[in-house]
């Protein structure tokens, strides 16, 4: 098992950033406050265009500060990104659950639908536990 690890940083905003953890080939998602639209849209597709560059298959969201999301957000997340992503080979996920209510119930929600539709999913509370998990499968 490994259990150091370092990031390169693919995208960065005022409240997003995705990472490339290179040990366990992980795209890692850390949002903070209250996301939406075109700055949400480019950390999730950039997310994506990493995977599909490294034949990712797992993703670690770190949703510890999320509030919740927009509808017309949430509904691009289903309809149009978690498709693309999943077709791109996304198996893998392990989800840091928001500290705000209305953030879990946000989360829970796409928990309960991805794990639907044949996501490999578990729920962290630290950082090293579910980079741990990730690196432990395939």
């Known amino acids: 098992m490994i259990t150091t690890y370092q990031t390169k940083i693919i995208h960065q905003s005022d409240k997003a950033k995705i990472e490339w953890i290179e040990e366990g080939k ?3 998602k850390t949002f903070t406050g209250f996301i939406i639209g075109e700055e949400m849209k480019a ?4 997310g994506l265009a990493c995977l599909q560059k490294n034949k990712g298959r797992k993703w670690l969201s770190d949703n510890r500060y999320v ?3 927009k509808q017309e957000d949430s509904d691009w997340i289903n309809n149009v ?5 999943k077709k791109a080979g996304w198996k893998y996920w392990a989800v840091l659950e928001p500290k705000d209510f209305y953030g879990q119930m946000s989360m829970n929600r796409f928990i309960k639908d991805f794990a639907q539709q044949g996501i490999i999913l578990k729920i962290f509370h630290e950082m090293d536990q579910a980079v741990e998990w990730l690196q432990g499968v395939d």
């Open 43 to 46: 950390a999730f597709n950039a």
């Open 26 to 28: 992980i795209v890692r």
């Open 67 to 69: 509030k919740v999301y």
């Open 81 to 85: 990104w978690f498709p693309q992503t």
